[in-house]
């Protein structure tokens, strides 16, 4: 729409060429145009927050609210009651949060480091490097992406099990180390960076090593922030397959947060404890605190690294 | 009970580990033999075998450097080959053996009749359709994948264009992609439901209150007025939107991801070039940006709609574990779930086989377009 | 150089890597000593889990040397599928908690272990101990395995009976005795009448004690109360199944030449009527479900009578917390209505809640026969009165022993049943055990059930004839007859 409206401001014919007059058009073109680009962007950015506001919400207002059939958007006083009954309760027969944090982190800084390393190297064989059979891997590889996931897990859960690898760290990092999107993504990515480069770098003396890591690497660092990111969120995130490979003390955090928060003895209403909780029916205020715990931190990491991102982009523009 | 699968699966692990280890021992040879050689030719000299052995060696190595890219997706292909490729080789067993019966491990015979039950919807297991799930799916993907793209790409253009708050818009519109799929799919069906009884109405969902206050449409549950049917297939267009709109949702902020950071690396000068040349803004974004990120937006489509034709959970998270009543909301994968859950896996392999044929179809036809745009 | 330097970075990374994975396939040893670990899935939330810790820790302290390990696994359905993942590979728990149509499916794999033979035992528990040198000695504890006569007696017997196998399809073709126990039972839960006290007041009403009554009070409840609506359903399901129970209509049988009897020609003959009669009273704003309301129907009848809110709500007694309406109303809680037939008033009513099932040999232990006999000693333990008394207060279910009842605690939660909404519902579903009926258990059971909701759903709002209804439904559960 925005540039619509300049192209618009141009095309007028250049017969009595009043350069006053055709600044001022421009001026109020680019007035319009950045009202327009912003007016657009503010409304999708309300757009793609409002749910996420609503879950902030839900977990700030009590069970009877969540449940009325009226949903609170604006609550009068905000109840951090469910934070602090998610950070005291103690399970006894689960993991405590430390426990499960742990293991996040250290699945997902394994599975990240290792997953981005066969990712950057598979994606440069399939991109640069010439050997038989390269094309026929390629599609196969690509094919898989057809298949849905969850075809694997059941297969992979005796798979494991026989491995003896239940309860264990390797269980969660090697299965789904090697993602068949990413090294689609950073080869379309790879493939991009000209020739001519390469050739310059062997001329140079490089190596293809040398290439990759001297050349393409940096080049196409957004990407692989990009993919590092996704690749922690998506460990950070997993759900399923933890829970029906390992025990409580050996799961993730996602799984932590989506047990069922029946517990804490104390049914809120109206901002007071009031006697004794009764019924196995998880509350659904507590769960939602929770998962904004859990997203918080990929917030954080997100604001971050999104410093990093625009560096890598930078970084690549002056060189390119 | 013996197992037979077990057996098999052990060996074939026993297997993979042998073939690992003569590949390493391999390669240690042939660094052996490197170093061997670099330490001086005076040792084949003596031994007197210069013409054979250099010709071997030459000829090693010449292998070795056509073949060196095996070395660099050797890590990727084991780990596939046990965590993917093998399953699927085992849906394809398990899919061609009737009544396969999961528990037991027990079939009678080997035939396509899981096939044509599927195909045929005669199952008779309480589980989903698969004509309707084929429906639903593709047009719930085909809808919103090129709709996201297109918003993507310009909600992109437009953060490429700013210069104040560019941090903030991105990190805000970022924020979907950290939520849970199944507490937003909550999350969205409250936005669009209408609770009440016949008599009293409680709140009417925010996108009745903003767009239908008058009139508003009950799309969560369909019902009679606003369903079309086509022969066996019921179109609930009212819950078909709810779940394009997810899906827009949260399709957008990968997208935007990706094409922003590829919109960034675009070369300045291309830019300046046409602005010399006096292209006009649009004319810039149509026939200079989009080509030049034209690889990464078929990527996105691409993928787009192969996650699309694989979507499941946000399915579940607005209509529930039936997906709509008598999964009239069904999903390929989720086609595949009702019959897992069912114990009748024999149909769950057959219409993932399936599934995989029409997605391989779908993706020639996707690479056949992409290729003549773009140089793939 | 420089190429062998770049072969040899790239033959490096591959070494690093597959050391990595090496090493980490190196280093799994299995965390549990499976031989002397009773591992238990279950459903439970938090709290429950607190409680039931306690009886963990009572029963490793009885049996030193053995641990229990209870794993929650999210709901019933997550227990299901995770027990039947893991009876694939034989890696079963020892124990878990189970809905008959799961058992059902279970029984297949020959794995069940048939709880007769600990239940009429007369043994001490024992176990092998294995010393230093490898001698073996049996150790025996002064813990009696069976259960004496009085203790069977002290079973509710209705849900004791759940456990026979002739209750799962055809337990016999798997080698199941008509005698076998296959599973015991644990906490129960049933539906209730909660209702607004105040309104039948105000109308000149009592709690109405037949549906009859129930559907002549509606057209005066609601001209008195214009947004009121008299009745909330909350598990349409459970309705129909309940109906077809208390008309003698026929919903299923465990019998395989027709198990969904819902579909033969007589019950849709009988049950379309009844569908047609409610799809009238919903189009008078009498009725609500929750797939209806979009909501528990709890949340509408807490709302009271003025403000559109329930008269009658049919809940479960587990749900008690979420229908306590404070000040704005009286409450009361009743059984569920009954229907008359032949003159006399049938008013079952559904019951429902998790049994336990054992399972042997998973995870490839040696000692599979020593193992079973521990695992029930800790059934005996969650079975123990003072126990099921605990756990009957923290979560409103009923309790599986008669006994239970009189545990001082318990007693002393009733007493508050005039105040507490909680321990009232405990207190009438403990006065309804003569009426308790369960559905019967088979391949396809729980299909049955989504189904039998649907119908319900589909009549009500008139999107489907109710013979069209009931003849869809009886298809997508695959009945084998053609009518």
Same mark, same amino acid.
């Given at each position: 729409?925005?540039?619509?409206?300049?192209?618009?401001?141009?095309?007028?014919?250049?017969?009595?060429?009043?350069?006053?007059?055709?600044?001022?058009?421009?001026?109020?073109?680019?007035?319009?145009?950045?009202?327009?680009?912003?007016?657009? #962007?503010?409304?999708?950015? $309300?757009?793609?927050?409002?749910?996420?506001?609503?879950? &902030? %919400?839900?977990?700030? !207002? +009590?069970?009877?609210?969540?449940?009325?059939?009226?949903?609170?958007?604006?609550?009068?006083?905000?109840?951090?009651?469910?934070?602090?009954?998610?950070?005291?309760?103690?399970?006894?027969?689960?993991?405590?949060?430390?426990?499960? #944090?742990?293991?996040?982190? $250290?699945?997902?800084?394994?599975?990240?480091?290792?997953? &981005? %390393?066969?990712?950057? !190297? +598979?994606?440069?064989?399939?991109?640069?490097?010439?050997?038989?059979?390269?094309?026929?891997?390629?599609?196969?590889?690509?094919?898989?992406?057809?298949?849905?996931?969850?075809?694997?897990?059941?297969?992979?859960?005796?798979?494991?099990?026989?491995?003896?690898?239940?309860?264990?760290?390797?269980?969660?990092?090697?299965?789904?180390?090697?993602?068949?999107?990413?090294?689609?993504?950073?080869?379309?990515?790879?493939?991009?960076?000209?020739?001519?480069?390469?050739?310059?770098?062997?001329?140079d003396g490089l190596s293809d090593m040398g290439y990759l890591v001297k050349v393409m690497v940096p080049l196409t660092a957004p990407t692989l922030v990009s993919i590092t990111l996704l690749k922690f969120i998506g460990t950070w995130n997993s759900y399923i397959w933890p829970r029906l490979v390992n025990k409580s003390s050996w799961q993730m955090i996602t799984n932590w947060v989506t047990k069922g928060f029946t517990d804490n003895k104390f049914v809120i209403?109206?901002?007071?404890?009031?006697?004794?909780?009764?019924?196995?029916?998880?509350?659904?205020?507590?769960?939602?605190?929770?998962?904004?715990?859990?997203?918080?931190?990929?917030?954080?990491?997100?604001?971050?690294?999104?410093?990093?991102?625009?560096?890598?982009?930078?970084?690549?523009?002056?060189?390119? | 009970?013996?197992?037979?699968?077990?057996?098999?699966?052990?060996?074939?692990?026993?297997?993979?580990?042998?073939?690992?280890?003569?590949?390493?021992?391999?390669?240690?040879?042939?660094?052996?033999?490197?170093?061997?050689?670099?330490?001086?030719?005076?040792?084949t000299e003596q031994c007197g075998m210069i013409g054979t052995e250099l010709t071997k060696r030459e000829k090693f190595s010449r292998f070795l450097k056509a073949e060196q890219g095996w070395l660099f997706v050797l890590p990727a292909i084991i780990l596939l080959c046990i965590f993917t490729f093998y399953p699927i080789i085992n849906a394809f067993i398990r899919a061609f053996q009737q009544n396969y019966n999961a528990l037991t491990g027990n079939y009678n015979g080997w035939g396509f009749e899981n096939f044509i039950r599927v195909l045929k919807g005669d199952t008779g297991t309480g589980g989903a359709k698969f004509v309707q799930c084929l429906v639903n799916t593709v047009i719930f993907t085909?809808?919103?994948?090129?709709?996201?793209?297109?918003?993507?790409?310009?909600?992109?253009?437009?953060?490429?264009?700013?210069?104040?708050?560019?941090?903030?818009?991105?990190?805000?519109?970022?924020?979907?992609?950290?939520?849970?799929?199944?507490?937003?799919?909550?999350?969205?069906?409250?936005?669009?439901?209408?609770?009440?009884?016949?008599?009293?109405?409680?709140?009417?969902?925010?996108?009745?209150?903003?767009?239908?206050?008058?009139?508003?449409?009950?799309?969560?549950?369909?019902?009679?007025?606003?369903?079309?049917?086509?022969?066996?297939?019921?179109?609930?267009?009212?819950?078909?939107?709810?779940?394009?709109?997810?899906?827009?949702?949260?399709?957008?902020?990968?997208?935007?991801?990706?094409?922003?950071?590829?919109?960034?690396?675009?070369?300045?000068?291309?830019?300046?070039?046409?602005?010399?040349?006096?292209?006009?803004?649009?004319?810039?974004?149509?026939?200079?940006?989009?080509?030049?990120?034209?690889?990464?937006?078929?990527?996105?489509?691409?993928?787009?709609?192969?996650?699309?034709?694989?979507?499941?959970?946000?399915?579940?998270?607005?209509?529930?574990?039936?997906?709509?009543?008598?999964?009239?909301?069904?999903?390929?994968?989720?086609?595949?779930?009702?019959?897992?859950?069912?114990?009748?896996?024999?149909?769950?392999?057959?219409?993932?086989?399936?599934?995989?044929?029409?997605?391989?179809?779908?993706?020639?036809?996707?690479?056949?377009?992409?290729?003549?745009?773009?140089?793939? | 150089?420089?190429?062998?330097?770049?072969?040899?970075?790239?033959?490096?990374?591959?070494?690093?890597?597959?050391?990595?994975?090496?090493?980490?396939?190196?280093?799994?040893?299995?965390?549990?000593?499976?031989?002397?670990?009773?591992?238990?899935?279950?459903?439970?939330?938090?709290?429950?889990?607190?409680?039931?810790?306690?009886?963990?820790?009572?029963?490793?302290?009885?049996?030193?040397?053995?641990?229990?390990?209870?794993?929650?696994?999210?709901?019933?359905?997550?227990?299901?599928?995770?027990?039947?993942?893991?009876?694939?590979?034989?890696?079963?728990?020892?124990?878990?908690?189970?809905?008959?149509?799961?058992?059902?499916?279970?029984?297949?794999?020959?794995?069940?272990?048939?709880?007769?033979?600990?239940?009429?035992?007369?043994?001490?528990?024992?176990?092998?101990?294995?010393?230093?040198?490898?001698?073996?000695?049996?150790?025996?504890?002064?813990?009696?395995?069976?259960?004496?006569?009085?203790?069977?007696?002290?079973?509710?017997?209705?849900?004791?009976?759940?456990?026979?196998?002739?209750?799962?399809?055809?337990?016999?073709?798997?080698?199941?005795?008509?005698?076998?126990?296959?599973?015991?039972?644990?906490?129960?839960?049933?539906?209730?009448?909660?209702?607004?006290?105040?309104?039948?007041?105000?109308?000149?009403?009592?709690?109405?004690?037949?549906?009859?009554?129930?559907?002549?009070?509606?057209?005066?409840?609601?001209?008195?109360?214009?947004?009121?609506?008299?009745?909330?359903?909350?598990?349409?399901?459970?309705?129909?199944?309940?109906?077809?129970?208390?008309?003698?209509?026929?919903?299923?049988?465990?019998?395989?030449?027709?198990?969904?009897?819902?579909?033969?020609?007589?019950?849709?003959?009988?049950?379309?009527?009844?569908?047609?009669?409610?799809?009238?009273?919903?189009?008078?704003?009498?009725?609500?479900?929750?797939?209806?309301?979009?909501?528990?129907?709890?949340?509408?009848?807490?709302?009271?009578?003025?403000?559109?809110?329930?008269?009658?709500?049919?809940?479960?007694?587990?749900?008690?917390?979420?229908?306590?309406?404070?000040?704005?109303?009286?409450?009361?809680?009743?059984?569920?209505?009954?229907?008359?037939?032949?003159?006399?008033?049938?008013?079952?009513?559904?019951?429902?809640?998790?049994?336990?099932?054992?399972?042997?040999?998973?995870?490839?232990?040696?000692?599979?026969?020593?193992?079973?006999?521990?695992?029930?000693?800790?059934?005996?333990?969650?079975?123990?009165?003072?126990?099921?008394?605990?756990?009957?207060?923290?979560?409103?279910?009923?309790?599986?022993?008669?006994?239970?009842?009189?545990?001082?605690?318990?007693?002393?939660?009733?007493?508050?049943?005039?105040?507490?909404?909680?321990?009232?519902?405990?207190?009438?579903?403990?006065?309804?055990?003569?009426?308790?009926?369960?559905?019967?258990?088979?391949?396809?059971?729980?299909?049955?059930?989504?189904?039998?909701?649907?119908?319900?759903?589909?009549?009500?709002?008139?999107?489907?004839?109710?013979?069209?209804?009931?003849?869809?439904?009886?298809?997508?559960?695959?009945?084998?007859?053609?009518?």
């Amino acid at each position: 729409m925005a540039e619509l409206s300049t192209s618009l401001t141009k095309d007028i014919p250049e017969t009595d060429f009043n350069v006053e007059r055709e600044r001022k058009k421009q001026k109020i073109g680019k007035i319009v145009k950045n009202v327009l680009v912003y007016f657009f #962007l503010t409304l999708c950015a $309300v757009l793609a927050f409002l749910p996420f506001y609503w879950m &902030v %919400v839900s977990s700030l !207002i +009590t069970e009877p609210q969540y449940r009325s059939p009226v949903p609170t958007l604006f609550p009068d006083t905000f109840l951090w009651k469910n934070y602090e009954l998610i950070l005291t309760q103690t399970s006894t027969s689960g993991a405590s949060f430390s426990q499960v #944090l742990v293991n996040t982190l $250290v699945v997902g800084g394994v599975s990240t480091i290792l997953g &981005v %390393v066969v990712t950057i !190297i +598979t994606a440069y064989a399939l991109a640069r490097m010439n050997f038989h059979g390269k094309n026929l891997l390629f599609t196969i590889m690509l094919a898989t992406m057809m298949i849905p996931g969850e075809l694997y897990t059941l297969t992979n859960y005796l798979t494991v099990s026989d491995l003896g690898w239940k309860d264990t760290y390797t269980v969660l990092i090697l299965p789904f180390l090697v993602s068949v999107y990413y090294i689609y993504l950073l080869r379309n990515n790879f493939m991009q960076i000209p020739n001519s480069l390469y050739q310059a770098a062997k001329v140079d003396g490089l190596s293809d090593m040398g290439y990759l890591v001297k050349v393409m690497v940096p080049l196409t660092a957004p990407t692989l922030v990009s993919i590092t990111l996704l690749k922690f969120i998506g460990t950070w995130n997993s759900y399923i397959w933890p829970r029906l490979v390992n025990k409580s003390s050996w799961q993730m955090i996602t799984n932590w947060v989506t047990k069922g928060f029946t517990d804490n003895k104390f049914v809120i209403y109206d901002g007071i404890v009031k006697g004794v909780r009764y019924g196995s029916e998880p509350l659904t205020t507590l769960k939602m605190a929770a998962v904004c715990m859990v997203s918080l931190p990929l917030f954080i990491l997100f604001i971050f690294c999104r410093k990093y991102i625009m560096k890598g982009v930078s970084k690549s523009g002056t060189k390119g | 009970m013996a197992n037979p699968e077990k057996n098999f699966f052990a060996k074939f692990g026993e297997k993979c580990k042998d073939l690992w280890g003569k590949f390493i021992g391999l390669f240690k040879k042939s660094e052996a033999k490197a170093q061997a050689a670099a330490e001086g030719e005076a040792c084949t000299e003596q031994c007197g075998m210069i013409g054979t052995e250099l010709t071997k060696r030459e000829k090693f190595s010449r292998f070795l450097k056509a073949e060196q890219g095996w070395l660099f997706v050797l890590p990727a292909i084991i780990l596939l080959c046990i965590f993917t490729f093998y399953p699927i080789i085992n849906a394809f067993i398990r899919a061609f053996q009737q009544n396969y019966n999961a528990l037991t491990g027990n079939y009678n015979g080997w035939g396509f009749e899981n096939f044509i039950r599927v195909l045929k919807g005669d199952t008779g297991t309480g589980g989903a359709k698969f004509v309707q799930c084929l429906v639903n799916t593709v047009i719930f993907t085909f809808i919103s994948v090129p709709l996201s793209t297109l918003l993507a790409l310009l909600i992109s253009v437009a953060l490429n264009s700013i210069k104040a708050l560019q941090r903030a818009y991105q990190t805000i519109l970022f924020l979907p992609y950290l939520t849970n799929s199944l507490a937003m799919g909550a999350v969205f069906a409250t936005f669009f439901t209408i609770v009440g009884t016949k008599n009293h109405t409680d709140t009417i969902g925010i996108v009745n209150m903003i767009f239908f206050p008058n009139n508003p449409i009950d799309w969560m549950q369909g019902g009679t007025g606003y369903t079309w049917n086509l022969g066996a297939v019921k179109i609930p267009w009212t819950k078909y939107v709810v779940v394009i709109v997810y899906e827009i949702w949260s399709g957008l902020p990968f997208k935007i991801l990706i094409l922003f950071s590829s919109l960034q690396s675009v070369n300045k000068q291309y830019y300046d070039a046409a602005k010399i040349d006096g292209a006009s803004k649009s004319t810039t974004l149509w026939k200079i940006t989009t080509p030049l990120i034209m690889p990464m937006i078929s990527y996105l489509i691409i993928t787009g709609i192969m996650g699309g034709m694989k979507q499941y959970t946000a399915i579940v998270g607005l209509f529930g574990e039936q997906m709509g009543r008598d999964y009239d909301m069904g999903t390929m994968v989720g086609y595949i779930y009702s019959y897992v859950s069912n114990g009748q896996m024999g149909y769950a392999f057959a219409g993932s086989l399936l599934l995989f044929a029409i997605i391989m179809v779908i993706t020639v036809i996707n690479l056949r377009v992409s290729k003549k745009r773009v140089t793939f | 150089m420089k190429k062998i330097w770049s072969k040899f970075v790239v033959f490096a990374l591959v070494v690093c890597l597959s050391g990595v994975v090496s090493v980490f396939a190196g280093c799994n040893t299995p965390t549990v000593d499976y031989e002397h670990t009773i591992i238990f899935y279950s459903s439970q939330g938090d709290s429950l889990q607190t409680i039931t810790s306690n009886a963990i820790a009572r029963f490793e302290a009885k049996y030193p040397g053995w641990k229990v390990e209870h794993t929650p696994q999210g709901g019933y359905d997550e227990v299901r599928d995770k027990v039947t993942q893991d009876l694939q590979g034989g890696f079963q728990p020892d124990l878990a908690y189970c809905y008959p149509d799961h058992v059902a499916s279970y029984i297949q794999t020959q794995k069940v272990v048939d709880l007769n033979k600990y239940i009429n035992s007369n043994e001490n528990a024992h176990w092998n101990l294995t010393d230093e040198e490898g001698n073996v000695t049996v150790k025996t504890t002064e813990y009696k395995v069976g259960y004496s006569a009085e203790e069977l007696a002290d079973f509710v017997q209705m849900y004791y009976k759940e456990g026979y196998a002739t209750n799962f399809g055809n337990a016999a073709t798997y080698g199941y005795g008509d005698n076998a126990m296959l599973t015991l039972p644990f906490v129960k839960s049933t539906e209730l009448l909660y209702y607004n006290k105040s309104a039948l007041d105000a109308c000149g009403f009592e709690v109405a004690k037949t549906w009859d009554e129930l559907w002549a009070q509606c057209a005066k409840l609601v001209e008195r109360y214009p947004s009121c609506t008299p009745l909330g359903y909350d598990s349409e399901a459970n309705w129909f199944i309940t109906m077809c129970e208390q008309n003698g209509w026929g919903y299923t049988s465990a019998d395989s030449s027709e198990n969904y009897l819902f579909g033969t020609p007589e019950s849709k003959a009988k049950i379309a009527p009844w569908l047609e009669e409610m799809h009238n009273y919903y189009e008078k704003g009498y009725i609500t479900t929750q797939t209806i309301y979009n909501a528990y129907t709890s949340g509408l009848f807490i709302k009271g009578a003025e403000d559109g809110g329930l008269i009658y709500c049919i809940g479960s007694s587990g749900g008690a917390s979420h229908q306590n309406p404070g000040d704005t109303f009286k409450w009361g809680i009743a059984p569920i209505p009954g229907s008359e037939v032949n003159g006399e008033i049938n008013n079952s009513v559904i019951s429902q809640g998790p049994s336990l099932v054992m399972f042997t040999g998973g995870n490839g232990v040696t000692n599979a026969s020593e193992k079973e006999m521990m695992t029930f000693m800790f059934i005996k333990e969650l079975l123990d009165p003072t126990f099921q008394a605990a756990f009957s207060i923290g979560s409103g279910y009923n309790s599986a022993r008669l006994s239970a009842v009189d545990v001082p605690e318990y007693q002393e939660h009733l007493a508050a049943a005039d105040t507490n909404i909680v321990a009232k519902a405990a207190q009438v579903s403990e006065q309804l055990r003569d009426k308790f009926f369960v559905s019967p258990a088979f391949n396809g059971s729980s299909t049955a059930r989504t189904q039998a909701g649907n119908i319900i759903v589909y009549c009500l709002k008139g999107e489907k004839q109710p013979m069209d209804a009931l003849a869809d439904a009886y298809q997508n559960c695959g009945g084998k007859n053609q009518y």
